[in-house]
């Protein structure tokens, strides 16, 4: 039995499916021609990023650097469905047209967009981490990775600054069995790579990251063990990505037995169970929260659909706090 | 004691200049920390930051493991905090390692998320002192090409300490390249003044004036020019020779001007002449000067091949004061 209330557990339940009809909406977008680029799918993931983001305390200042298969964190950070919407049309949002999907952020809204570059911003979670501690402020810089990404040398080496410097840091590494089409077993020997903590001398441990409230649970006992000053932990979260890489890739990779093993193990349908099993929600109240979240996305869509696009002169503007880039020097200038 | 003396106790070298704005701006604000390998109590490869780590304490001078990455990564982090980290490369060679984070996360984030990451990442450029291959470089061309980062490359002890105050209080990432060249040579100490004060970034400076040809260089080639403008006057030619001090952003104007006035020019760069920045000013002067041109422009800069470290293979690499003279007698008599 979970030491979480009603009231977290109900919170929870939503920003779970929030998040899967956010992307459910963005699929009808996409196939209406309305989502510029591609769209990436946390379908399965949801339970690793709603619970270890729900496990913060904003209010102390923890700020989480969510990746691509992290709507779910996003969005229980504060991030809006609108904006997600903006992102994915490419509108003038939250970075008025310069970034994609999810890629938005700030540190005064807890939580910072990624960059690509797998395991970079693991490095500067540690330059977060270390703010905190410098400020002697109670925040946590939760960072996370994936199995493929944990490859990468930035990884090690902010992970190991971490570690050196005892920061309030959590690195949790969501294993979802695929890096684009590479198997995780192609990119660590580790069966277990919560065992990689080691090396670093912290902790590790290995959740089921399908399980909403043991990624919770496991969350909040490494913040506050960093709160504590007892420095980083490392999270393995094994889920399994039930999509492609993005839309275009069909999974043919992917052993169909594996798929239907972890479809039974949907976090969203195990969360729900575990409600109405405990008497924390009934029947009625997913049936209402499926109708509140359809029209909180309706309205998003709207508003997303309604917000213009930027303006392209203004790609001229922001490389630097002063100054204007320079239009090439041939073409005539901008009145 | 004499004024005679107390002006001679205060004459500082390039090095100790660059120390006296690191001190000053971290007694100016407490958000200033630097962060580096070896920089703590050992005072750093160079000993750039001797004595730092026994006034500030170990939480603002901040020793790391070699991590080139996790060292920028962390002061980017840091700066979205509210800090202004100054990341010590422990010689400028290793930014390589760290090319990732500068390239595609810090110079990138203002234009993508609309707030800067306000960090200076320093450390000793440039060859002539015998390195090698891996201890000599001059990397400013590889971050050129990479908007949002500002490369600041000073050559007086006066310019270091302006330059690198304006770069700690920049709301933007810069580079700043220290020629180790000239970290201890006799003839750069100066006397710099007592009170606080900075040089601005993107700011050029004429350091001959002339009437014949511009020289546009920076760093430790300042010199190199100054020393070839000498021999070129002993045979009649006016050579001016131009300082850029900031590379990105270039300063145009003074560069043009320059030009205007004596209608020939050379780019001297100690880096590797393909792909070195010498082609993007060049490149500038014509678009912008080209009329005013009465011979084509020339770059005088490195082989293109690695640093080589036994003395005459590293001579005949850099750009020696020979070598622009020649170019300069060639490129006047066009």
């Keep these: ?47 690793t990023a709603v619970g270890s983001a729900a496990a913060l305390e904003p209010d102390k200042g923890d700020i989480a650097a969510p990746i691509l298969r992290d709507l779910g964190a996003v969005l229980t950070m504060g991030g809006t469905p609108t904006e997600v919407f903006q992102q994915y049309m490419a509108k003038n949002g939250p970075t008025r047209g ?43 810089a939760l960072c996370y990775i994936g199995d493929g990404g944990a490859s990468t040398g930035p ?31 192609r990119q660590s020997r580790l ?58 890739d069909n999974q043919a990779y992917v052993p169909r037995e594996v798929i239907e093993e972890w479809q039974a193990k949907d976090p969203i349908t195990r969360h729900e169970r575990y409600m109405l099993e405990n008497g924390i929600a009934d029947h009625e109240d997913i049936d209402r929260l499926f109708a509140r979240i359809s029209a909180e996305l309706d309205a998003a869509v709207a508003e997303a659909e309604s917000t213009p696009m930027p303006e392209g002169v203004t790609a001229l503007l922001d490389v630097f706090e002063n100054g204007v880039a320079e239009r090439a020097p041939w073409l005539a200038p901008i009145s | 004691m004499t004024a005679e003396v107390t002006e001679q106790a205060r004459q500082v070298t390039f090095l100790e200049a660059i120390r006296e ?30 004595g730092l780590h026994a006034e500030f304490g170990a939480d603002r001078v901040i020793d790391t493991p070699i991590s080139e990455a996790a060292i920028v990564g962390a002061a980017a982090g840091a700066a979205m905090m509210g800090f202004k980290p100054v990341a010590e490369m422990q010689f400028i060679d290793f930014i390589s390692c760290a090319f990732d984070q500068l390239t595609n996360v810090v110079s990138k984030w203002r234009y993508r998320m609309g707030f800067g990451v306000p960090i200076v990442v320093r450390g000793p450029c440039g060859g002539g002192v015998r390195g090698g291959p891996f201890h000599s470089g001059n990397p ?27 770069a700690i209080r920049d709301p933007d990432p810069v580079l700043f390249f220290e020629h180790k060249f000239l970290y201890r040579l006799p003839r750069l100490r ?36 100054l020393d070839a403008a000498d021999r070129l006057a002993e045979a009649g030619i006016s050579a001016e020779v131009v300082d850029l001090r900031t590379i990105v952003p270039l300063d145009v104007e003074t560069v043009l001007a320059s030009v205007r006035k004596t209608n020939r020019a050379i780019v001297l ?23 005013w041109l009465d011979a084509p422009i020339i770059r005088v800069a490195s082989l293109d091949t690695p640093v080589p470290y036994s003395p005459p293979l590293e001579d005949f690499y850099l750009p020696q004061v020979d070598d622009i003279v020649e170019a300069a007698t060639k490129l006047s008599a066009y």
Excluded: C
């Design chain 2, 21 to 50: 704005a690191l001190r000053e701006e971290m007694q100016r604000d407490e958000k200033v920390f630097l962060i580096g390998e070896d920089i703590g109590s050992y005072g750093g490869a160079f000993k750039v930051t001797e």
């Design chain 2, 190 to 225: 100066e006397a710099l003044p007592d009170e606080d004060y900075v040089v601005p970034i993107g700011k050029a400076a004429v350091r001959r004036e002339g009437t014949d040809l511009t020289i546009v260089t920076f760093g430790a080639m300042v010199y190199r020019a």
């Design chain 1, 98 to 140: 310069r970034e994609l999907n999810i890629h938005f952020g700030a540190p005064e809204r807890n939580f910072i967009g990624p960059v690509s570059m797998l395991g970079e911003m693991i490095p500067l979670m540690a330059g977060i981490a270390l703010g905190f501690k410098m400020r002697k402020q109670p925040g946590v």
């Design chain 2, 140 to 166: 400013e061309a590889f971050f050129a090409n990479s908007a949002g980062l500002k490369i600041v490359e000073p050559s007086t002890a006066y310019d270091a300490k302006g330059l690198l105050k304006a």
């Design chain 1, 191 to 248: 069966t277990r790579l919560a065992d990689r903590a080691l090396a670093y001398g912290i902790p590790g441990v290995t959740v089921d990251g399908n399980d909403v409230i043991a990624v919770y649970e496991a969350t909040r006992e490494a913040a506050d063990r960093a709160r504590r000053g007892e420095g980083p932990t490392l999270i393995e979260s094994v889920t399994f990505r039930m999509k492609g890489h993005a839309q275009h």
């Design chain 2, 269 to 291: 760069h100690e880096a590797s002449r393909t792909g070195g920045y010498g082609g993007e000013i060049s490149a500038t002067i014509t678009e912008k000067a080209f009329e």
């Design chain 1, 1 to 47: 039995m979970s030491t979480l209330s009603r009231e977290q557990h109900h919170r929870i339940h939503y920003f779970l499916r929030l998040t899967r009809m956010v992307e459910e909406k963005l699929g009808n977008l996409s196939a209406q021609g309305k989502v510029i680029g591609s769209l990436y799918r946390s379908l399965g993931q949801e339970g």
């Design chain 1, 155 to 185: 990884t090690h080496e902010g992970l190991n600054l971490a570690a050196v410097l005892d920061l309030p840091f959590i690195l949790i590494i969501e294993n979802n069995g695929y890096a684009y089409s590479t198997p995780t077993d």
